[in-house]
């Protein structure tokens, strides 16, 4: 018989990322994606264990100049612009816009100039 090594901060963890999908609604699948990402990046794994365990956005880990809590500050933007009311409102579900800005920092990470390209030409329609 082999020894199976169970890290239970890891078990907490996926536990909270699940946790948190289902009550924002998320897909049943977003969960175990951004697991796997949270898992092969032991730095955005620990920005994520951070969140979880303070409810606040560390933001130390920057890739290409952003961080996860410059991505939730993106989320916040596109909020605002979906809901046309140009200020964050109490509709707005902010822990999904976390786990929005965790995901979207795991895509930073595998495709930099793709992501950065989205980021930079803006999703509004006023432009001058």
Not at 62 to 68: A, D, F, I, L, R
Not at 80 to 90: E, H, I, M, Q, V
Request: with cysteine; glycine share 6%; proline share 2%.
């Amino acid at each position: 018989m082999t020894d199976i090594i169970v890290h239970s901060d890891k078990l907490m963890m996926y536990d909270a990322l699940c946790t948190l999908s289902e009550d924002v609604g998320k897909p049943a699948d977003f969960a175990d994606k951004l697991w796997q990402e949270l898992l092969a990046r032991e730095d955005l794994y620990n920005e994520f264990k951070y969140f979880v365990k303070t409810g606040t956005i560390k933001g130390t880990l920057k890739v290409e100049g952003y961080s996860v809590l410059d991505m939730f500050v993106y989320m916040m933007s596109y909020s605002n612009l979906k809901s046309d009311t140009g200020k964050n409102t109490a509709l707005c579900n902010k822990t999904e816009m976390v786990l929005d800005s965790f995901a979207a920092m795991a895509e930073l990470m595998n495709d930099p100039e793709t992501f950065k390209k989205r980021l930079s030409e803006g999703r509004g329609m006023d432009r001058m």
